[in-house]
């Protein structure tokens, strides 16, 4: 996911009962939002981060590249 202030993550079934967690390389946590599939990044740093999505006990993972 290449992404510079704002990111939306697509594709989840709805906004209730979601989790969405950003983790710099070193494993940690930059971001934690709830019930909401738009992240603010303006407070993080350019490079690379794992996203971590967990949705009615789903989790799936994703990679994102700030700008």
């Known amino acids: 996911i290449?992404?510079?202030?704002m990111a939306?993550?697509?594709g989840l079934k709805k906004q209730l009962n979601c989790a969405i967690a950003v983790?710099?390389?070193?494993?940690?946590n930059v971001l934690t939002v709830h019930n909401?599939?738009?992240l603010d990044l303006t407070g993080i740093s350019?490079?690379?981060y794992i996203?971590?999505?967990e949705q009615?006990?789903?989790h799936?993972?994703?990679k994102l590249i700030k700008r």
Do not use: E, K, M, W
């Open 2 to 5: 290449p992404a510079s202030n």
């Open 56 to 58: 009615d006990h789903n």
């Open 60 to 62: 799936y993972f994703a």
């Open 51 to 53: 996203v971590s999505i």
């Open 23 to 28: 983790y710099d390389l070193l494993g940690q």
């Open 36 to 38: 909401n599939t738009t």
């Open 46 to 48: 350019n490079g690379f």
């Open 8 to 10: 939306t993550i697509r």
